[in-house]
């Protein structure tokens, strides 16, 4: 959310200060003779601030400065504790330059897009640069580093660094660039060492400033409270380093057109804001910080936003007093604050309620106390107040909590729940609609200490103005010994529709979204109705090495949703944040890191534990990252109802078929993994081979191999039966059989997790191999309805969605494999896999009936309504993009949230896409089931879509696909602007098979 420039100082700065700016990792005041740099945290954790100086040797304070290329962005800076100092829309700039600082040289400024300082020298035709001179007198040393740049230690654990510089003189219409180096004293002093140049043509002298990738004191760390105003703009509240800023945007959330600085800037800590909007126009905000003993409590008020600010400080007493939530009277105006004065575990904290009138404090009212903690404030459409809390009477143990309203006289309780001494209740953010009707996230603590586990579980409370209390839970966390799971909401809006999002953010196998978040933290934004029923689910998940919060919600008249939180990148440093601001759509498609550009899937037609080791090294020299492993359908053997098995293959229409049991499918899987991850190691007595020779006999890996990190995928489906004449539905399509794979995934991975004997070591497989369920949907519904007497092959060839069961039998097992996870301490997702037979390629939405549109919800249910779900569109041919990015975009008219995470297209290197991973002839599948080979094979129908393209002279428009396929395509497709209202044709699609007039409009 950076955007900022140099501020001129209009009164509002230290007299002097030219120039302030906000960088990344600090902030920058521009003197006559030149800067001072304050640090921001965490770049530094010194008591004491930390700031340094640059003062330019021999100078002249400049006859005048000029500032360009001015900002967007405006600063309103009440920092000055003198209101008369305070000021309101000061404009930016990018560029500031001072004329004359040495004879015919000036000296330029600019903020680079990356908040960094960069200086320029513009030295004249005849000037000499050598005059040009600087030292650091706070610095502890300054030395020039092997690439050439300038390491200025600030403390004994800070350096900040000017890049190595360059220089240049523009001839004519060519830019020479010419030798320079910086040139250090041995009294510290530092000026430019310059080569051969034209001296009678100008010269630039160009070093940059780069301290740091943290934010900048200036810039919000944590957005919080997100609220519209009634002039159509966005404000934004939360924590920041050192100063308290709110953030104003414009009406689409993408434009900052204010920052206004609140408050005292502090040395070390961050400092939070709140806020409250009226309909009327007016503003209030308030500032506390958490980290800083002595920092006072202000609430700052504005009757509009043009108008100058009044302030007041709450009468604390302890220290560290914070502010919980405020609202402003839609009629009398007045501001109440309900705050907390101390902070638990350091001074014992007292919940207060204050009234306050513009710059007046009206009255402040101790709550109660015993153990009682007020969390939340809420306010009707007609200004009652309610506040929730949470209460542990002391010496009890047991935490309780409740809600209560404002009848304006005294305080009454709507909601109450009472705790025990192993589970506990906290009140988080609440609503109330404008039926009155209470809306509450609540969090359930539970614990226990026999396994010394913990977890916190959202739920849903609604208290009708009259009726039945509704009191659901909303996540399904699970006691794990030695662990710590939540789901915690952090924000929650009403919609115009009865619903409400909410915003918080997960860690644990209690995940209630789509993708699991194990090792992590998530956030996720939820929508619930009435009833307390998850209506959609939109998880904001970055990747594995990073922690993502969702922190505030926003809705506007409009009913424009905003989401805002921050990141947390693991991989880089624990200081690495960065906060995010984005509305629903532009994040419910995808998000930043994009997943591998391809996945690869096998279908397993061996069961041979040597073939199952071997292919896992195969994979893992393959460098692949996910692997599907297609086990066919649910079947029995020899008839026997209570044998399940899986058929492999199919050959000539059931002429020849290959069995496997759920227990070598277990040993497979098993054999898979410990190939990847150890491939050195001997299991049941088979070795790998083709494999480097240089390796670690105490892990039994190679670092000549590439980093083990696989998810295995191990897939179900639900293709139909054939019988020599029709499809017909798979009857082993039921909820028995889906839960006997959700346990079989189960099995596996509980194995992954524990100790493996390996004979020479013991080691765990897990993370280093992930178990994922799988199911490959292929069919959701036919051009002509379930009727069976259309599904015949044409011709002895099969195509589309007549090879495959319809969408009772597939829900049917998909629903218990999805309940039996809910309850499942493990809570393993499945993959949904396959192309989408029945969606249109036509890009008018026009065209789409109300068959089309039972099409796509009933894609949508499986691929994101249920609880362990997670999509994974085929795309291995160019027409399946056109049907995915149909799919999204009827549910973006829908407003229905998607995320889409990995995709299923094939392998990256064509040329070996018809070969077994360990190398040799092309194997058909066939040939892998007579002649039992020891390796997979893969499905020899899947084409990149490149080739299609080439092959296919009914598909010339997708020559335009770049050659990666899957991904790529996929995303150029979304944001791409199309005319074509037909579906192109390519040579497989069914409608080319057959004379039915309801294809043309597919």
């Given at each position: ?28 005041q ?6 001072q ?54 404009p ?50 300054v ?19 000017e890049s ?46 780069t ?53 005292t ?17 007016a ?24 108008s100058?600010?009044?302030?007041v400080?709450?009468?604390?007493t ?42 007046s ?86 614990t ?11 739920w ?8 039945a ?32 999002a ?13 993708t ?33 919060v ?30 995010f ?15 591998p ?17 071997q ?20 079947s ?35 054999a ?41 995928v ?9 019988d ?32 493996l ?6 080691t ?6 992930k ?15 379930d ?29 218990s ?15 949904i ?15 789409w009936?109300?068959d ?46 998607m ?7 094939d ?10 991973r ?10 892998c ?17 490149s ?6 002279p ?37 409608c ?11």
């Amino acid at each position: 959310m950076t955007s900022s420039g140099f501020v001129p100082n209009h009164g509002q700065l230290a007299d002097d200060v030219v120039y302030e700016a906000a960088l990344a990792g600090g902030v920058v005041q521009v003197q006559p003779l030149g800067w001072q740099l304050q640090l921001s945290p965490p770049l530094t954790s010194s008591i004491e601030p930390i700031t340094l100086t640059m003062e330019l040797v021999g100078a002249s304070s400049p006859a005048a400065w000029e500032s360009s290329q001015p900002l967007v962005t405006t600063v309103s800076d009440y920092r000055q504790p003198d209101p008369s100092r305070w000021r309101s829309d000061v404009p930016q700039y990018q560029q500031i330059q001072a004329r004359s600082i040495y004879p015919q040289i000036d000296l330029q400024y600019t903020v680079t897009p990356s908040a960094t300082l960069k200086s320029s020298y513009l030295v004249a035709a005849g000037a000499d640069p050598s005059q040009i001179a600087w030292r650091y007198p706070e610095a502890l040393g300054v030395e020039i580093a092997h690439d050439g740049s300038l390491v200025i230690q600030v403390n004994p654990t800070t350096t900040i660094t000017e890049s190595t510089p360059i220089a240049w003189q523009d001839l004519g219409e060519d830019r020479v660039f010419v030798p320079v180096a910086f040139q250090l004293a041995h009294d510290g002093t530092v000026g430019f060492a310059v080569g051969a140049y034209d001296p009678s043509q100008p010269l630039v002298l160009d070093p940059s400033l780069t301290i740091t990738a943290n934010p900048s004191q200036f810039d919000m760390t944590e957005p919080r409270v997100i609220q519209s105003h009634s002039n159509g703009t966005w404000y934004v509240a939360g924590c920041s380093g050192l100063q308290s800023v709110v953030t104003v945007y414009d009406s689409s959330a993408t434009t900052v057109i204010e920052r206004m600085l609140v408050g005292t800037a502090y040395s070390t800590g961050s400092i939070c804001t709140n806020l409250a909007l009226s309909p009327t126009g007016a503003i209030a905000v308030a500032t506390w910080s958490r980290d800083r003993p002595s920092t006072p409590a202000q609430v700052w008020h504005w009757n509009s936003p043009t108008s100058t600010p009044s302030v007041v400080t709450l009468p604390a007493t302890a220290s560290r007093p914070a502010v919980i939530g405020m609202v402003i009277h839609p009629s009398n105006g007045q501001t109440q604050v309900l705050w907390q004065d101390g902070q638990e575990g350091i001074t014992p904290p007292i919940s207060y309620l204050s009234t306050l009138d513009q710059g007046s404090l009206l009255t402040n009212t101790a709550l109660a106390g015993n153990g009682r903690i007020y969390t939340q404030l809420a306010q009707s459409p007609n200004g009652m107040l309610y506040r929730g809390y949470r209460e542990t009477p002391l010496g009890s143990g047991i935490q309780s909590a409740g809600i209560e309203r404002w009848t304006g006289s005294n305080w009454v309780s709507v909601w109450g729940q009472s705790g025990t001494t192993t589970s506990g209740w906290t009140v988080g953010p609440l609503v109330i609609d404008a039926q009155e009707q209470v809306i509450a996230s609540v969090i359930k603590q539970d614990t226990a200490p026999l396994v010394n586990s913990h977890y916190e579980q959202l739920w849903y409370v609604r208290v009708p103005a009259a009726g039945a209390v509704v009191q659901q839970p909303l996540s399904q966390e699970y006691h794990q010994p030695n662990g710590f799971t939540y789901t915690y909401p952090r924000s929650m809006v009403a919609l115009a529709n009865g619903q409400v999002a909410i915003g918080g953010v997960s860690q644990g196998y209690g995940y209630p979204l789509a993708t699991l978040s194990a090792e992590w933290t998530s956030g996720f934004v939820l929508t619930v109705d009435s009833a307390g029923q998850i209506v959609d689910q939109l998880a904001l998940r970055e990747d594995d090495h990073a922690d993502t919060v969702v922190s505030g919600l926003g809705m506007n008249q409009a009913g424009m949703l905003l989401v805002g939180g921050h990141e947390t990148w693991q991989a880089t440093s624990p200081n690495s944040n960065q906060s995010f601001l984005a509305t629903v759509a532009d994040i419910t498609i995808q998000t930043k890191p994009q997943p591998p550009a391809y996945s690869v899937s096998y279908y397993v037609q061996s069961k041979s534990i040597k073939g199952a080791l071997q292919s896992g090294c195969d994979a893992r020299r393959g460098g692949d990252r996910m692997v599907v492993l297609a086990f066919g359908r649910p079947s029995r053997q020899d008839g026997d109802p209570t044998t399940r098995v899986m058929l492999l293959v199919q050959q000539n229409d059931q002429a020849e078929s290959l069995y496997i049991s759920y227990d070598q499918i277990y040993e497979w899987a098993l054999a898979f993994a410990v190939g990847y991850a150890t491939p050195y190691a001997t299991w049941q007595g088979e070795q790998c081979t083709g494999l480097p020779a240089q390796y670690n006999p105490a892990t039994l890996d190679s670092p000549l191999l590439p980093k083990a990190e696989l998810t295995l995928v191990l897939g179900s489906s639900n293709a139909a039966r054939y019988d020599g004449i029709t499809y017909q539905d798979n009857p082993y399509l039921t909820g028995d059989d889906g839960i006997a794979w959700g346990e079989l995934i189960n099995d596996v991975e509980e194995d992954l997790r524990n100790p493996l004997n390996l004979g020479s070591i013991t080691t765990k497989i897990f993370p280093r191999v992930k178990i994922a369920a799988g199911f490959d949907a292929e069919y959701y519904q036919h051009p002509w309805g379930d009727d069976r007497s259309h599904r015949v092959p044409i011709n002895g060839e099969k195509h589309g969605s007549w090879e495959w069961s319809t969408y009772a039998w597939t829900v049917a097992w998909l629903l218990s494999y999805d309940q039996y996870q809910r309850q499942s301490a493990q809570s393993n997702h499945i993959y949904i896999f396959g192309s989408c037979e029945s969606c249109p390629r036509a890009w008018s939405p026009d065209t789409w009936g109300t068959d089309i549109k039972t099409v796509f919800g009933r894609v949508i249910y499986v691929n994101w309504k249920l609880y362990s779900a997670y999509p994974m569109p085929q795309l291995y041919q160019a027409p399946y993009i056109f049907e995915w990015v149909n799919v999204v975009r009827y549910a973006r008219n829908q407003n229905i949230g998607m995320h889409i995470g990995q995709l299923m297209t094939d392998c990256a290197n064509t040329a070996n896409c018809q070969l077994p991973r360990g190398g040799g002839a092309r194997l058909t599948p066939f040939d892998c089931f007579v002649q039992g080979s020891d390796a997979l094979c893969p499905n020899g129908d899947w084409q990149p879509y490149s080739l299609l393209i080439d092959s296919d002279p009914l598909t010339p428009a997708y020559k335009e696909f770049p050659p990666h396929h899957g991904w790529q395509a996929f995303t150029d497709q979304m944001t791409a602007t199309r005319s074509e209202t037909t579906p192109p044709k390519h040579v497989t699609d069914i409608c080319g098979q057959v004379s039915d007039p309801s294809c043309g409009s597919r």
